[in-house]
């Protein structure tokens, strides 16, 4: 045999890697093997190439000789069988297994004037010995060997195929409607051998196979689920006859199943694809065929928006050609009124982010299909715009992404180079798809990580010099266009529809701007126009910036539960800061605070409301939001008040701080940043701080207006219910008591009296209306109520409490906690009152009974009339009350003994109990889970209505905002429901256990 006169340097510099084995391949194939060694350098894989030429020679038997000459003879015919070699090694496998396949490739067309799908379709049924001109083509080859030789001629289509498009540069378009013919063709070919297994029965029903997915669409991919939906309706005989309804059903459902085996099955030569009917009406709980009438049933009553969607692409390929288009006719009216359906947009919406969540956390960045920038992006996108506009206009209706694309730009609904740059995105990802399935012919979307494999795909893909990091960049920079275009594809001409300068950009008509703006998710869609308008009309910088801005926003918007009021916010923010050097320039160069301002606005009415108030607070957002200590609040609050000159701008100035970090945490609690317990402590040393700087203004002036040097007595305000226990919420009031204590000498009366009007003034001074939200004062759980004094003092509590105090009162002070005001007096209040709220010894059964009596009593006259008790969250069953009960109960019997319950918080005191043995482990993680769950929802609810409410609301948007601020994608409202009743359904029951 000769030597090949190759060097290694030489096979390096061609991009083979392994030279040794290079060079002993050559010299295996001999003096044939020179002219195809530059050939071979062609290849995505040089290596890989040689490698199966060598096993192929060998499988070729005698024909080893001619074969190889023959390619030496033939350029054409060796770079096509060298480029499928080094691309595929499934391919390269089936060529050793069938070596005489090769010659497939000695011509690169089909070698026919017939349609292709056609001759596809022919040959496939051939293979299996059935008559293509038949009306019922019937396999005649024994079962076994039918199947295999199904797939052998599959395999041999397929060949011919990945030649043509790995050495001949075809069209990704083509080589995708090629697959979807060669589809069509097998599974009339499995239907074939279906009709055989099934026998006379066969010719009782007519079965129709419609195509869905990709392979409807025309744009199948090298491996691929095909999904199918079977059609069926019973035969008629030559004479007349019917088949029953329930043979056909039983014989449809006969052949439809063989046809799922026969493709799916592994044999010895292999399977093809999976056929996939979960698409069908009730998917895989559903009958596997229906009539045509059940169908209608079905997509007239039942359907959701994303089956509608599906049914964009739906196609007959196979069976009873016929019968398939008469289900098209039946859907397709349908199909295109879909937007016109309520909940149209949740629906869809809702589809997507399924997918999104099924993407595997470890390939989510190498996810070609589903991820980020990636094939279903620009699919989802093509999709919506047809369904919107589609009804209307009968000129985009094409199922095929690409085309269907390039209808969207001729017709005016997708910018001309907008529509050029998506098309070349997504031919490069279709093509790199293609090529990363080709290897073993697999069915994967997602990008390989080795070093080998990203060159093999980079030189597949035409990038021979560093394949694999011109790959990446290639990769990057189409993904990146796909969620830019994504962004312009829907809301850029919704900017154009407004403008009143033509800007040569693609112009909606104001209807047309309409329906993509409802099917988008905006209630209002001719508001949502008049409000783009005077946030982009004139010529000005910041118009010009709101129209760079606006497409991104409205996304974000339309992912929010209410886009209509973040749009709106979005203006009367812009109208109050637009011209403000640093807003506009902070939303266009850091992209995170505008997509935190778009969900605040779009999901949160509280928020929205403080930043009207507070329109820097958008500064705010680029930056930490933790909640500050309170001593850093008093300081600030501190110094600001100080630096007025009289009282009333000195309160007003402390309450703009609290209205500042209001923001900070409310924002941060929507932006999910922010834990419920530290919500709760956050919102605690806000007013700790607002309470602790009013007092000390409102004492320096009352002092000054009445004469006093130094203030005749000393205050404290001490926080009760929520406050104490440094649990508020948005809404809830400050419940507190007013103690003083008179400096030595002072006159009492005088004292007190100061005192009451210091008290007086704190709560009117909180209460005014003004730029900043109000904090309610509410000293109502003082000794006798609002009947007795608003401020006592220490040996007047004292006394009161030794003499009057019920068990209701003790109760009460467990979440008594003495915050702002004079150190030493808080120190003595808490002392005074330890005794009673931790009684040594615990409590007496008869008070262990009224503390129960007290609370049956609550629950029954404090629910309100007509509210639902499963859904009240402070007074529902197994809500905050319940559970808050339960830990005060343990508290008020057991913290005489075991000090680590004498703590006004909740859950603190909730371990401590477990600790102590006083509950179970898992009694303690049910009421922690459901305390915790009920709070986040309350909170939920205030800053998605903009108001405290105790039951989750009935409005839909109002319902779906609280869903998503706690974290339920696209305000899953049924799964938010259902997870608040089982919490509360098994804290209800810890309840009953514990309390009771």
Known sequence: MSRVATTKGTLLRLGFQRTDEALADLALLGVASEPLVALLARTADPDQALTGLVRLADAAGDERATMLAELADDEGTAMRLLCVLGASEA???????????????????????????????????????????SDLPTATLPDAEAVDALRVEYRRVLLRLAARDLAHDLGVDDAAAELSDLAAGTLDAALAVARQRVGEDAGCARLAVVAMGKCGGHELNYVSDVDVIFVHEPAVAADGGRTSDARALRTATRLASHLIRI?????????????????????KAGPLTRTLASHRGYYERWAKAWEFQALLKARPVAGDLELGGEFIATVEPMVWSVAERDGFVADVQAMRRRVLDHIPAKEADRQLKLGWGGLRDVEFAVQLLQ???????????????????????EHGYVGREDGEALHDAYAFLRTLEHRIQLVQLRRTHVVPDDTAALRRLGRSIGFVRE??????????????EVRRLNEKLFYRPLLTAVARVHSGEVRLSSEAAGARLAALGYADPQAALRNLEALTSGVSRTATLQRALLPAMLSWFAEGADPDAGLFGFRRLSEALGRTPWYLRTLRDEGEVAERLAHLLSTSRYVTGLLEREPQGVRMLGGDLSPLSAEAMIEEMRSTAARQDDVDKAVRAARAV????????????????????????????????????????????????????????AMAVVAMGRYGGFELSYGSDADVLFVHQPVEGADPHRATQYATAVANEVRNQLALPGADPALTVDAD?????????????????????????????????????????????????????????????GLSDDDVLEVRRIKARVDK??????????????????????????VQLLQMRFAGEVPALRTPRTLTALEAAREAGLVTDDDAAVLTEAWRAVSRVRNAVTLARGKAAEQLPRDTRERAAVAAILGYPGGRTDEMVNDHLRVTRLARGVVDRVFW
């Open 91 to 133: 391919l390269a496998d089936h060529l050793a297994r069938h070596p005489e396949h090769w010659r497939e490739l000695t011509d690169p067309t089909l070698g026919s004037t017939r349609p292709p799908a056609y001759v596809v379709r022919a040959g496939l049924l051939a293979a299996v010995g059935a008559d293509p001109d």
């Open 263 to 283: 493709c799916s099955e592994h044999t010895g030569e292999g399977t093809i694809w999976p056929v996939d009917a979960a698409l069908r009406p009730e998917g």
């Open 387 to 409: 369904l919107v506009h589609g009804l209307a206009d009968d000129r985009i209706r094409a199922s095929t992404t690409l085309s269907a694309l390039a209808q969207l730009t």
């Open 467 to 480: 394949p694999e990091a011109t790959l990446a960049s290639a990769w990057e920079h189409h993904r990146r």
């Open 658 to 713: 609290r209205r500042r970090e209001l923001f900070r945490v409310a924002a941060g609690d929507v932006l999910d940043l922010t834990d419920v317990a530290d919500v709760g402590a956050a919102l605690s040393r806000i007013t700790d701080a607002t309470l602790e700087t009013t007092l000390e203004v409102v004492g320096r002036d009352l002092c000054r207006q009445r004469g006093f040097d130094e203030p005749p007595t």
């Open 781 to 841: 759980l003082r000794p006798e109520g609002k009947q007795g004094a608003l401020v006592r003092t220490l040996d007047s509590y004292a006394a009161y409490y030794a003499k009057w105090s019920k068990v209701w009162e003790a109760q009460a002070l467990l979440r008594a906690d003495a915050v702002v005001g004079d150190p030493a007096l808080r120190t003595a209040f808490e002392q005074l009152i330890d005794p009673l709220r931790y009684p040594r010894g």
């Open 861 to 886: 006259e404090r629910m309100p009339r007509g509210a639902d008790p499963q859904l009240h969250l402070k007074l529902g069953r197994g809500g905050l009350a319940d559970i808050e009960w339960t």
